[in-house]
Every structure is written in C-alpha cells, then in structure tokens.
C-alpha cells in the first residue's frame, strides 16, 4: 500500500486515500508451462483505489522493464514507467461549473481536458479554440487574430489574469504562426507545460466572464426580493 494524495479523476475532489498493487498475468499458469510472463520484456502492474468521495475505481497502470531481460538469472534490475490513469478516462481536472452552458464551449474545454496527457498539442489546440471564443463572446473584442484579440483585451481584465495570457501569446508565438489569424485549432507545437497553463487560464476567464457574475446577479435577485418584500 502507498499513501497518496490526488484529484479524483471521476468527482474532481482532492482526496488522500491509499494505492494498492497488483501485477497482470500469473506467474505459472495453472495447468503447468512456461508462464507468459517469463517471455515477456517487462511486467504490467497496476495501483488501484477507490475514491473516498464518490467510491468510483481508480486504475493506473506501470511498466517495471527489466535490465537484463528476466530470463537471466540473478536479481535483474528494475526501472518503472508510470503510463498513467487507465480508468476511468477523465481528465482528473475539476468539473466545468454548470454556468457553462454554451455546448462549444463545454465540448472544447472538455476534450482539451481529456487529451491533455495523450496530446499536449491536440489539447492546445482545443484551448486555443476556446479562449478565442471567450475573448470573442465575453471580452467583446474586435475579430482579429488570436494575438492582436489577447492585446486588445489585455488592458481590460484584471490583474492576476493579464499577464498569464500575456504569457500564452509569447509562449505559443501566436504572432509567428500567420495561420492564426484564420484557424486558432490548427495543431502547431507546445512548450512543455503549455497546454496545461492554457487550461488553467480557461479556468480563470470562465470564473471572470461567467461564474463570478451568474453569482453576482444571484445575490443582486437574493436583495433586490428581500427590498421587495420589505416594502410591502
Ligand atoms: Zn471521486
């Protein structure tokens, strides 16, 4: 058993709960024989938990390769390859907030989420598609190219958003690609991390343009019924 601490893949919740291990296939075979596992170059393992939130599965698997191969005889040395969370396929990032409700937008940022660890640059591609269609939607910016649309609105976001994506355009070099200008989705690069910091700055603009204000006219309506009530 190893302890962890994580994000559940299915719920979004952080949770601390405990790996357990296994490996696939049998060692010998029940009905005698060389066991497939002998011929093999390495062995499959998995870590398995149940979240303690939403009591869903949680599956990773690991490649332990061994050097030299397992038919030699001696302690052979190990090296373990995480290949990741098999089950359930999510993105291990949180929910979109139900205030989302433009089905594009939902679509996009989803499969950004998702391909993300299988396609940083598919993933970019996806977010790119999204922020230009929040800054188009939201940020009432003039139709342009991604790049001259992140300067247009830069002066008009707050602080602790403006220089993150002010980072994006210089990260993705959004001024050299001169198809930006006609397909934000084009598959182009990343930088390591790229994709990720694109989906954290979505983050951030639907809490800006979305969340944050469906809140505020909710409790606008909460005061605006109590005064109404109160005259009466
Ligand atoms: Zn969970």
Known sequence: MEAVSMTCPSCGVAISAEWY?????PLSPPGGG????????????????????????????????????????????????DLGVCYPRASGRKPLPNEVTNPNLRQDYQEAALVLRDSPRASAALSRRCLQFMLRQYGGVKPGSLASEILEVLPRLPG?????????????????????????????????????HL??????????????????????????????????
């Open 199 to 232: 989906l954290d700055l979505l983050d951030l603009l639907i809490d800006h343009y979305i969340v944050a204000p469906a809140k505020g006219h909710a409790v606008q309506a909460k005061i605006n019924g109590k005064y109404k009530n109160a005259k009466k």
């Open 21 to 25: 291990f296994g490996v696939f296939g």
């Open 34 to 81: 060389p066991a497939p596992l002998s011929r093999a170059k390495s062995m499959l393992t998995y870590r398995y938990l149940v979240c303690p939130a939403c009591r869903e599965h949680v599956v990773r698997i690991c490649e332990r390769v061994f050097r030299p191969p397992v038919a030699v005889q001696g302690v052979p040395e190990v090296e373990e390859r």
């Open 160 to 196: 602790y958003i403006g220089p993150m994506l002010e980072a994006v355009r210089l990260a993705g070099n959004l001024a050299a690609h001169p198809m930006f200008d006609k397909a934000t989705g084009i598959v182009v690069d990343v930088e390591p991390d790229e994709a990720e």
